[in-house]
């Protein structure tokens, strides 16, 4: 398909045939709210960066913050050198003269990103100066800092408010400091205040005044358009953006590594050099070190987005993949999923089943399709390490019902005996009684041993009770209940699958008792 972007007047052949990434998880994702890395977590996501993803750039602190960050740039630094990647590795410093620079040359550094001010209000109300006495202090911190070796770019800080309000300024700050030895010009859009059609054009119009210029685009993500901001930057012209793992950053967060590379590559046929298969993986380290969770339903990255729900679209994929897209999971090297539930379909039941590696009959499979949904009813969500329970549960039930459960309220209180309210129907005829017990299927045994005396039935003997969950230990998991009960020749063991620990082991024991009535009846 051909491109069709921001302004239909761009010819697709003069996009860009690559564009490079500079991530700033460490700096200005450490700027989301609850985040600090410790300098062990700083270096293993830089090698991450780094080694696995193949990012172009990474930005890993700002200057002058303690004592323990430049430790941590120092131990960044100290790894990028071994592995010829330290003029890959960024700080950000200020305009302050000697400071900045002498703290990023003490840990290591060879690239200094400078924050200047973008915007003519930054400069008048935050530091009280003029524009040219501005220009005048980053040159001098830019001469110390090419002294001391250093490489340097400069942010222009809230460069989207300082365009749309006085462009002029921004035009004059650029002619003042443009020759000074800065190489890459990073414009941000600092607030996340632009819309597509207003990055391309003000990006179109830096590109056409300073023509000799590198700019990279910073954008956020206020207003949920960091992403279609960075595609209508690319179709300006603009060869690096910035973004950051998962999300990360002030308020909204800066743009998705993951979503702007998958984007660029699908949607505009731009290429970048990031590693697709090490995505989920990176992502997973940042979402441990910073303690933010992914979305579910996050693009690319979420547990979720591979997953279907619905049984029609089961049903399509197992019919010829007519619910799949270019964005395949073994593309990100993950696995496409079949969610079970009140939804699902044969075809999900199936797609699971395949997995496990087991094999029903077209009657067992309708009759595991009806459990799964059936539960659905009570759960959310079954997952594919509940369904070995209910494959077992429903190969192992009778299709005798001469005992069925009506009703069964279960009432439990600290310190206090619980209390159950039990309604079954013998071969069609309808019993109750309540019973107290210590725990709830103590106190189920009471009401039920009271309703079986009137038709006759001896409770046997309790030999052994155990319970379990699938791997993997999640509270919302299926419990699985088995019961060994003592029989005359030999004991009888029965097992129940619910979500409930308690009502697993009241379907194993209804279990027993319809085996014992059929036997009593033959």
Not at 33 to 51: H, M
Not at 505 to 518: E, W
Request: proline letters at 3%; charged letters at 20%; one cysteine or more.
């Amino acid at each position: 398909m051909k491109y069709s972007g921001i302004n239909h007047q761009t010819d697709p052949a003069n996009l860009p045939e690559y564009v490079a990434f500079m991530d700033t998880t460490l700096r200005d994702g450490e700027q989301t709210q609850g985040v600090s890395f410790s300098a062990g977590e700083k270096l293993n996501i830089a090698q991450a960066l780094l080694d696995s993803l193949k990012v172009d750039r990474i930005e890993v602190a700002s200057a002058r913050v303690s004592r323990g960050e430049q430790d941590a740039v120092r131990s960044i630094t100290a790894w990028a050198a071994e592995h010829n990647l330290l003029d890959r590795v960024e700080v950000l410093g200020f305009v302050d003269g000697t400071h900045s620079v002498d703290w990023i040359c003490d840990a290591g550094g060879r690239v200094l990103n400078l924050l200047t001010k973008g915007s003519e209000l930054h400069c008048h109300n935050q530091l009280s100066k003029t524009l040219e006495d501005h220009a005048a202090d980053i040159r001098r911190t830019v001469d110390y800092a090419r002294e001391k070796g250093l490489r340097l770019n400069a942010y222009l800080e809230d460069w989207s408010n300082g365009y749309r309000d006085n462009p002029d300024y921004v035009f004059s700050l650029m002619t003042l400091i443009g020759d000074c030895g800065i190489e890459h010009f990073m414009l941000p859009d600092t607030l996340g205040v632009m819309s597509p059609a207003e990055v391309y054009r003000a990006l179109a119009d830096m590109k056409s005044r300073f023509p000799n210029q590198l700019f990279d685009f910073h954008p956020h993500n206020d207003y949920g358009l960091a992403t279609a901001n960075c595609m209508a930057a690319v179709e300006a012209g603009i060869t690096t953006l910035h973004c950051t793992m998962n999300c990360l950053g002030e308020r909204a967060g800066n743009v998705s590594l993951a979503e702007i590379a998958v984007v660029l590559k699908d949607k505009m046929g731009v290429r970048t050099s990031i590693d697709e298969t090490n995505l989920a993986s990176v992502s997973k380290i940042v979402e441990s070190f910073s303690g933010k969770r992914v979305a579910a339903n996050q693009p690319i990255l979420g547990a979720d987005v591979f997953t279907q729900t619905a049984g029609i679209h089961a049903d399509g994929d197992v019919k010829g993949g007519l619910y799949e897209t270019q964005l395949s999971p073994e593309r990100f090297d993950r696995k496409r999923t079949y969610a079970l539930g009140k939804l699902s379909g044969k075809a999900s039941v199936l797609k699971n089943i395949e997995e496990l590696g087991i094999s029903l009959s077209p009657e067992n499979l309708k009759k595991v399709l009806l459990e799964v949904v059936a539960l659905g009813d009570s759960k959310e969500t079954i997952t594919a390490d509940d369904l070995p329970f209910i494959i077992a549960d429903v190969l192992e039930s009778n299709d005798y019902q001469h005992i069925s459960l009506v009703d069964c309220q279960i009432s439990s209180q600290f310190g206090k005996p619980s209390i159950v309210d039990l309604t079954v129907t013998i071969n069609g005829s309808e019993h109750s009684a309540s019973g107290q017990g210590n725990g709830g299927f103590d106190a189920f045994m009471v009401a039920l041993t009271k309703i079986l005396s009137g038709v006759g039935f001896t409770m046997p003997e309790l030999v052994d009770y155990s319970v379990r969950i699938p791997p993997g230990g999640k509270t919302a998991a299926f419990t699985e209940c088995t019961i060994t009960w003592a029989g005359e020749h030999r004991n009888l063991r029965t097992r129940g699958v619910h979500a409930n620990q308690v009502y697993a082991s009241v379907l194993a024991t209804l279990k027993m008792v319809n085996t014992r009535l059929h036997g009593m009846q033959q």
